[in-house]
């Protein structure tokens, strides 16, 4: 775009480049042509194109120019498009057709600025740049419309083109006043701005009706918004209504598993009370398998399904924990109806035996039947093997004997009795059979069968008989209550007046000194040989059917009709009763490495039992009675201190353990300090010791207490609290300074404490009263407990509870306030330790029955452990809870699992053969338990 375009004929070319100069140097655009060509349609283009782009069109009048064609054409299309028009005249001597021509009509009509050589050229061009300069934004803005109305006629008047907005308010506000400013507004300007106009006010409508059904729809997208927001709320009440719903029922669903595996609990514990040991305890596994099922699963709950799970776990840990009393190993099945006859291979791996369905069977030591002999044709009385191991001798009620080659099964059937046979053994070398019958009499047959010797001996039935170990002396008891000794040749050497009633079993000692008798009149009978001396034992409450002495011949196993099996030492006492079942124990054997025992009983069963069940780590100290143990809390450390003074430290890593004489006389109390590096003890000499960090030198403080029964470190490991005889307590600092004392008691002070957050003192005394004292205020509440004598205190690690145990038996949880929470006679004749788990939910007691119990806080009884022969002084959790640490009067320190995983391991291990061998046992049980043996 320009400012000026010149319209000159080239005759006055020289003028106008003066001219075009002039306007330049005024800082103004200036389009002029300079070629003198031929004109053509695209010069001409070119030339309408400037022209229609210039603001103001200035034409040199002279002769020649007026008579141009071209110069017209250019006037023309100038006014065609209501350009500026400005005349200057540069030469005379022109005339101006106005009627017939309109170019010069125009230029007729404008003032003209004159050039011509008389003028000054300087006035004439300020003249002239006035003329240019007057309204040039208006003329400006003339050029801009015309060129946008121009473009959008060439461009097919396309919509997109038009004016808009603003812009179209400028160009209507300049056609306005165009109709009082020249030039005036050109026909396609008007046509521009009034289709602009008519196009834009169609386009606001069409905005306006788009906004309005913008705004409507909105409008309905809010609504659906809100709806859809609304819906969504409902949707997550209801879903947050179904979660709660459905954690509700997953709730239900856990509490309904924890009340099955509780039924199973209490039905282990029903098996065990029972006697059925084995049984009670698979059922326990059972639940364990169904346990951790549950709870590996286990999302969260609420605090109370919570509780009633935890709950829930040390009921199952304490029924487990009958692991350590565990004697029944294995029950063997397959018989039909009692079993007569059992015993041991000599190895110890196989169990031979035979009973009322006329079968000989025999058993691996696991329990899988190996192999069946079938040839009586009714009960087998008694069984009996060559030293060599391959033949098998059995006597039936059919009046026979049979010999077994165990390698082939082939036997030989010998005729012997009239009537059954009911006792059959075996001379050491192998090579002669004794048997004896219903018809009263013995008879000896060698190894092939052959009879040789008759001997008649009671005057009704020999219900048993029995070879020494020498094969010298045959001894017999029959049904007449008489045993009698007979030599292998038949002599008979003496007879005894035994039993009242039948002579139901005889046997000898391993070392052939002894012969054991068991009868009918319910007692055991031990005889010498040589018919001196006799001691008689009132056995069981029922008759005496079986016997078998140990192979150390120190002790003897009697089976009896009432279910029992009870062992027996030599001199008559009674040393392990074992509730077998309700029915009669027709036969019993001990192993030859004297540690199992097979009982076969009316059920056709055979129950294998160790004579030595599973035991915890146990330590052994032989520094006598051992009257408190402390363990470190990163679990690889035990002190105990002993009734001679000394102090024991154990190495649980590399079980190494060192003594240190610490006191003289008896000590009563060992601590360890909560960061593991300082022992504390005191005793009967009335000191107070304190080792630091492993130091041989201990800081020794004279406490003026009498005895000293007990210290504990307070928890932030500064402060040891001290326990006497004068009914004092007294607070002292590492270093042997005294820090407090008071008087708390009447009599002496057996136990205190420092609570778990360390602000309060706990004691409890001979007086039966328990004291909460603040230390730092010399306060106390006195509280008395109705449990005589407290022997022993603990405080719960979170603070809540104090737990006291009485001279009575009574144990006695209390608020941390001084209020009763709950009391539990806990039978164990005196409690004499009690401490809390790590999780403040289970309390363990010793009592000087030498038990441990188990309790829950609001006393449960979880479980009831046979610890100790002695009394338990001294009990307590390890930190992490796994571990029950228990040190006893009868000199041992021992560590008892508490850990679930660990109990159940244990326990698997132990029903393993049972769960895997026995007949009764379901598959999904064998499944259940399957991943423990991995």
């Not at 375009?5 to 002029?32: C, E, G, P, T």
């Not at 030989?412 to 009537?419: A, D």
């Not at 079986?546 to 006492?573: E, V, Y």
Request: aromatic share 8%; with cysteine.
């Amino acid at each position: 775009m320009s400012d000026i375009f010149i319209s000159y004929s080239r005759k006055d070319s020289a003028f106008a480049r003066r001219l075009h100069q002039a306007i330049k140097q005024s800082n103004r655009d200036v389009w002029i042509d300079w070629q003198n060509i031929q004109p053509t349609v695209k010069w001409w283009q070119e030339i309408k194109q400037a022209i229609e782009e210039t603001n103001t069109f200035v034409f040199l009048i002279s002769p020649d120019s007026v008579i141009s064609k071209v110069c017209r054409d250019e006037i023309e299309h100038a006014l065609r498009h209501n350009k500026r028009l400005v005349p200057i005249v540069y030469r005379e001597g022109f005339e101006l057709d106005s009627t017939m021509n309109e170019a010069h009509q125009a230029l007729n009509a404008h003032n003209w600025v004159w050039f011509r050589s008389i003028d000054n050229f300087d006035i004439a061009f300020a003249k002239l740049m006035g003329a240019i300069e007057t309204d040039y934004a208006y003329v400006k803005e003339h050029t801009r419309i015309l060129n946008r109305a121009l473009e959008w006629e060439r461009n097919g008047r396309r919509d997109s083109a038009l004016l808009r907005d603003e812009d179209l308010q400028i160009a209507e506000a300049w056609l306005e006043e165009s109709a009082r400013k020249q030039p005036p507004a050109s026909d396609e300007q008007c046509n521009y701005i009034t289709t602009s106009r008519k196009a834009e006010t169609s386009r606001l409508e069409r905005e306006r009706l788009l906004i309005e059904a913008k705004a409507q729809a909105e409008g309905h997208l809010n609504q659906a918004r809100q709806k859809l927001k609304e819906a969504n709320n409902q949707l997550a009440k209801a879903e947050h209504q179904t979660a709660l719903a459905e954690q509700k029922a997953a709730e239900i669903e856990v509490m309904r598993q924890a009340v099955m595996i509780q039924t199973s609990i209490a039905n282990a514990n029903s098996n065990q009370l029972r006697g059925q040991q084995l049984l009670g305890l698979l059922k326990a596994v059972r639940a364990g398998c169904r346990w951790k099922h549950l709870v590996q699963d286990l999302k969260s709950v609420s605090s109370s399904t919570n509780e009633e799970l935890s709950l829930t776990q040390n009921h199952l840990q304490g029924v487990l924990t009958s692991i350590y009393g565990i004697r029944e190993k294995n029950i063997i099945s397959g018989h039909h109806g009692d079993i007569y006859s059992t015993f041991f291979s000599l190895d110890g791996n196989i169990i031979i035996s035979g009973g009322r369905d006329g079968k000989v069977r025999i058993w691996h030591i696991d329990g899988r039947e190996y192999k069946t002999f079938e040839g009586h044709k009714s009960w087998i009385r008694d069984i009996a093997l060559s030293p060599d191991g391959l033949i098998l001798i059995s006597g039936g009620s059919d009046g026979n004997l049979k010999l077994w080659h165990l390698d082939d099964q082939k036997y030989t059937t010998i005729p012997t009795h009239q009537g059954s046979v009911l006792g059959v053994t075996l001379s050491p070398d192998g090579q002669t059979i004794i048997s004896g019958g219903s018809d009263g009499t013995i008879k000896l047959w060698t190894i092939e069968g052959e009879g040789f010797k008759i001997i008649d001996t009671h005057q009704n039935s020999v219900c048993s008989l029995s070879l020494s170990p020498n094969g010298q002396i045959i001894v017999s008891g029959g049904v007449d209550g008489n045993v009698k000794l007979w030599t292998i040749e038949g002599k008979e050497l003496r007879t005894i007046k035994a039993h009242q009633g039948a002579v139901n079993s005889v046997v000898f000692s391993p070392d052939g000194q002894i012969i054991a008798t068991g009868g009918q009149d319910s007692t055991l009978q031990l005889w010498n040989v040589d018919g001196n001396g006799h001691t008689k034992i009132q056995t069981h409450q029922s008759k005496v059917l079986s016997i078998a002495f140990a192979p150390d011949g120190k002790t003897l196993i009697s089976g009896g009709r009432n279910g029992t099996l009870k062992i027996w030492c030599l001199n008559g006492q009674e040393r392990l009763t074992i509730q077998v079942g309700q029915g009669p124990i027709n036969s019993v054997a001990f192993s030859h490495s004297g540690k199992n025992i097979a009982s076969g009983d009316s059920s056709g069963t055979i129950k294998l039992w160790v004579l030595h069940p599973p035991a915890p780590t146990t330590l052994n100290t032989k520094q006598g009675r051992i009257y408190s143990v402390a363990s470190s809390s990163d679990g690889q450390t035990i002190v105990s201190a002993n009734r001679n003074g000394t102090l024991t430290k154990w190495d649980l890593i590399t079980g190494n353990s060192m003594v240190r004489q610490a006191h003289q006389g008896r000590i009563y109390s060992v601590v360890l300090s909560p960061d593991n590096q300082t022992i504390a003890s005191s005793g009967l000499d009335g000191l107070i010791k304190i080792w630091k960090n492993n130091s041989d030198e201990p800081t020794i403080i004279e406490a003026n207490q009498g005895r000293v029964y007990n210290v504990a470190f307070s928890p932030d490991n500064q402060l040891i609290l001290s326990a006497g005889y004068d009914g004092t307590l007294k607070i002292w600092s590492l270093n042997g300074q005294q820090y407090r004392s008071t008087k708390g008691h009447q009599r002496l002070v057996l136990s205190a404490k420092f609570s778990s957050d360390g602000s309060t003192v706990i004691s409890g005394g001979e007086d039966g009263t328990l004291n909460f004292w603040n230390p730092h205020q010399q306060k106390n509440l006195a509280v008395l407990t109705y449990q005589g004598r407290i022997h022993c205190i603990a405080c719960s690690p979170n603070n809540l509870f104090v737990a006291t145990g009485g001279f009575n038996g009574m144990l006695k949880i209390w608020n941390s306030d001084g209020h009763e929470h709950c009391k539990i006679q806990s039978n164990q004749t005196s409690l004499s330790s009690i401490a809390f788990s790590p999780d403040s939910k289970t309390i363990v007691s010793g009592g000087w029955d030498g038990t441990l119990k188990l309790w829950s806080i609001n006393g449960h009884e979880y479980a009831t452990i046979k610890a100790h022969k002695s009394t338990v002084n001294s009990v307590e959790f390890s930190s992490d809870g796994r571990t029950i640490v228990s040190g006893s009067s009868d000199q041992t320190i021992k560590l008892w699992d508490w850990d679930i995983d660990r109990l159940m391991q244990l326990s698997v291990d132990w029903v393993y053969d049972y769960l895997h061998t026995n007949s009764d046992i379901s598959n999904e049980d064998r499944i259940m338990c399957n991943h423990f043996f991995d």
